[in-house]
């Protein structure tokens, strides 16, 4: 399901975004997002291939998905094209819209935040319920906001 742009993490625009992900990460966490070294296409890859999810989105006024890995992308059940042209919003259920917004501002307060959970749902309609996940602000080379990136591998699917 990964569709046309079968490869993201190939493109020049994902390996600097990927650079973004993990350097922000490291800023605030104190803990790196991944295990070793390697080129920046190498960690590109390496962060699109993780056994985790890992999302962000942009700082527009609604913003919009502009990464998802492969685990990300099979959860939601959505191709590259499509989750990266969808409002973060929406992969919350609008009633738990107001608890996602205030946990938004809190982690642009302080720079980030651990252990949320939440339930969200697939392009499916498939409810799962996430836990444990870190959600951090992604900074740019010169230590810009330039969006906010999320992080977890423990999720149960609802039935």
């Known amino acids: 399901m990964i569709s046309v742009i079968e490869f993201p993490w190939q493109q020049e625009a994902i390996i600097l975004h990927s650079q973004y992900l993990i350097n922000s990460f490291q800023h605030w966490m104190r803990n790196s997002l991944l295990d070793g070294n390697g080129s920046p296409l190498e960690t590109a890859q390496a962060l699109f291939e993780a056994p985790f999810v890992l999302v962000s989105h942009g700082t527009e006024s609604d913003p919009i998905f502009n990464y998802g890995n ?24 609008e009633v738990v819209q107001e608890e996602r917004d205030r946990l938004l501002a809190e982690a642009t307060t302080k720079g980030f935040i651990t252990n949320y959970c939440g339930i969200r749902t697939s392009s499916n309609g498939k409810r799962f319920y996430i836990e444990d996940t870190i959600l951090w602000n992604v900074l740019d080379e010169q230590n810009q906001y330039y969006g906010q990136a999320a992080f977890f591998s423990t999720w149960k699917f609802i039935t």
């Open 70 to 93: 492969r685990k990300a992308l099979e959860l939601w059940e959505l191709s590259w094209e499509e989750f990266t042209k969808m409002p973060s919003r929406r992969s919350a259920e």
